[in-house]
C-alpha cells in the first residue's frame, strides 16, 4: 500500500479540485513529518469527519528561534508516507521551502493575546510563523476541517484565533494527547532523548497529573505548582521553562477556582525541550 505525494501548489490544488467536484468532504492534518502514534491519531480523527484526507509535512523554518533546533528536527519522509498509507491517508503534500517560502516573500501574519506568554515568552517569532505557515496551508487546500493536537495546546488556540479573526471557513478539531504507556505525552523530539533521559522524561507528565488532581480537590495552585515544579528538577531536569494554571478558553492566567482550566508546562532535559499540558476541572467554581 503507497500514499500519493505532491510538492508543489499546483499538484496539490489539481488532486483537491477533482474531489471537490465529486462532492467529497477534505480534511486536513498538518505535520512536520517524524510521525508517530499522536500524528496518526490525528489521520483518523480527521477520516472520521472528512472523506477524503490530506496530510502536510513541513519542517516550517518560519516557527523555529534557533537554526541548531531546526537542524536537529529528525527528518523520516519514507517512513512517514508507509506510516500514513497504512492509516488510509489519501494524499501527503510535501514541499520544499521553496515553494512555500518563494523569492520576495515577505508577509508574517501575527496573532496576538493567547500567543503570549508560555511558550510565547520563551521562543520569540515561533507563533508568527506557526500562524503564518498554518494560514498558508488553509488557504492551498481549503479543507472543511483540519485536526491538530491538544499537546500543543497554545498552538491550538492561537490557531483557532487565527481562524476565527480571519473568517477562514473551516472547522478546527483539537485531537487528544497520546501517550507513551508511562505517560509520556508522544512528540518527535523524544526521539532526541538519551537513554537515561526517556527513562526521567516521564516524570513530568507524572508531576503535570499529580498537581491538576491537587488543584482540582481543593489545594491552592501556588502549592500545587511550586511542588510539581520541584518533582520535576529533583527528577533530573536541567530546567523548567514554565509551569502554570491558564483558563482552557482564553489562556488567561488562573489564579482561583473557576472554570475549567489547563496546567501547562515546559522543561529541558538532555538538551531537549519537552512540552505538556493536563486539564484541571472546575464545574460552578466548585472543584471537581
Request: glycine share 10%; aromatic share 6%.
Given at each position: 500500500?503507497?500514499?500519493?505525494?505532491?510538492?508543489?501548489v499546483?499538484?496539490?490544488?489539481?488532486?483537491i479540485?477533482?474531489w471537490?467536484?465529486?462532492?467529497?468532504?477534505?480534511?486536513?492534518?498538518?505535520?512536520?513529518?517524524?510521525?508517530?502514534?499522536g500524528?496518526?491519531?490525528?489521520?483518523?480523527?480527521?477520516k472520521?469527519?472528512?472523506?477524503?484526507?490530506?496530510?502536510?509535512?513541513?519542517?516550517n523554518?518560519k516557527?523555529?528561534?534557533?537554526p541548531?533546533?531546526?537542524?536537529a528536527?529528525?527528518?523520516?519522509?519514507?517512513?512517514?508516507?508507509?506510516?500514513?498509507?497504512g492509516v488510509?491517508?489519501?494524499?501527503?503534500?510535501?514541499p520544499?521551502?521553496?515553494?512555500m517560502?518563494?523569492?520576495?516573500?515577505?508577509?508574517t501574519?501575527?496573532?496576538?493575546?493567547?500567543?503570549?506568554?508560555?511558550?510565547?515568552?520563551?521562543r520569540?517569532g515561533?507563533?508568527d510563523?506557526?500562524?503564518?505557515?498554518?494560514?498558508?496551508l488553509?488557504?492551498?487546500?481549503?479543507p472543511?476541517v483540519?485536526?491538530f493536537g491538544?499537546?500543543?495546546?497554545?498552538?491550538?488556540?492561537?490557531?483557532?484565533?487565527?481562524?476565527?479573526?480571519l473568517?477562514?471557513?473551516?472547522?478546527?478539531v483539537?485531537g487528544a494527547t497520546?501517550?507513551?504507556d508511562?505517560?509520556?505525552?508522544m512528540?518527535?523530539?523524544?526521539?532526541?532523548?538519551?537513554?537515561?533521559?526517556?527513562?526521567?522524561?516521564?516524570?513530568?507528565?507524572?508531576?503535570?497529573?499529580?498537581?491538576?488532581?491537587?488543584?482540582?480537590?481543593?489545594?491552592g495552585?501556588?502549592a500545587?505548582?511550586?511542588?510539581?515544579?520541584?518533582?520535576i528538577?529533583?527528577?533530573?531536569?536541567?530546567?523548567?521553562?514554565?509551569?502554570?494554571?491558564?483558563d482552557?478558553?482564553?489562556?488567561?492566567?488562573?489564579t482561583?477556582?473557576?472554570?475549567?482550566?489547563?496546567l501547562?508546562?515546559?522543561?529541558w532535559?538532555?538538551?531537549?525541550?519537552?512540552?505538556?499540558?493536563?486539564?484541571?476541572?472546575?464545574?460552578?467554581?466548585?472543584?471537581?
Amino acid at each position: 500500500m503507497s500514499i500519493s505525494i505532491v510538492r508543489t501548489v499546483a499538484g496539490l490544488r489539481e488532486q483537491i479540485n477533482e474531489w471537490r467536484h465529486a462532492g467529497y468532504r477534505l480534511g486536513l492534518v498538518p505535520t512536520m513529518g517524524a510521525l508517530h502514534e499522536g500524528h496518526l491519531s490525528l489521520v483518523r480523527l480527521a477520516k472520521e469527519h472528512a472523506d477524503k484526507t490530506v496530510v502536510t509535512l513541513f519542517v516550517n523554518p518560519k516557527q523555529f528561534n534557533r537554526p541548531d533546533d531546526l537542524a536537529a528536527y529528525p527528518r523520516s519522509e519514507a517512513d512517514d508516507a508507509g506510516k500514513l498509507a497504512g492509516v488510509g491517508a489519501d494524499l501527503l503534500f510535501a514541499p520544499e521551502p521553496e515553494e512555500m517560502y518563494p523569492e520576495g516573500f515577505s508577509t508574517t501574519v501575527s496573532v496576538a493575546g493567547v500567543s503570549e506568554g508560555l511558550c510565547g515568552a520563551f521562543r520569540p517569532g515561533h507563533f508568527d510563523g506557526v500562524a503564518t505557515v498554518v494560514a498558508k496551508l488553509l488557504l492551498q487546500s481549503q479543507p472543511d476541517v483540519a485536526v491538530f493536537g491538544e499537546k500543543d495546546f497554545q498552538q491550538l488556540a492561537v490557531i483557532r484565533r487565527l481562524v476565527a479573526d480571519l473568517n477562514i471557513p473551516v472547522s478546527i478539531v483539537g485531537g487528544a494527547t497520546v501517550r507513551e504507556d508511562d505517560g509520556l505525552a508522544m512528540s518527535s523530539r523524544n526521539l532526541r532523548l538519551t537513554a537515561n533521559g526517556r527513562t526521567i522524561a516521564s516524570r513530568l507528565s507524572d508531576a503535570l497529573f499529580g498537581a491538576a488532581q491537587q488543584i482540582s480537590s481543593g489545594e491552592g495552585p501556588d502549592a500545587a505548582i511550586a511542588r510539581a515544579k520541584a518533582e520535576i528538577l529533583a527528577a533530573g531536569f536541567s530546567e523548567v521553562e514554565y509551569l502554570e494554571l491558564r483558563d482552557a478558553g482564553t489562556l488567561a492566567p488562573v489564579t482561583r477556582p473557576g472554570r475549567p482550566a489547563r496546567l501547562l508546562a515546559a522543561a529541558w532535559l538532555d538538551g531537549v525541550r519537552l512540552i505538556d499540558n493536563v486539564p484541571v476541572g472546575y464545574s460552578s467554581g466548585v472543584p471537581r
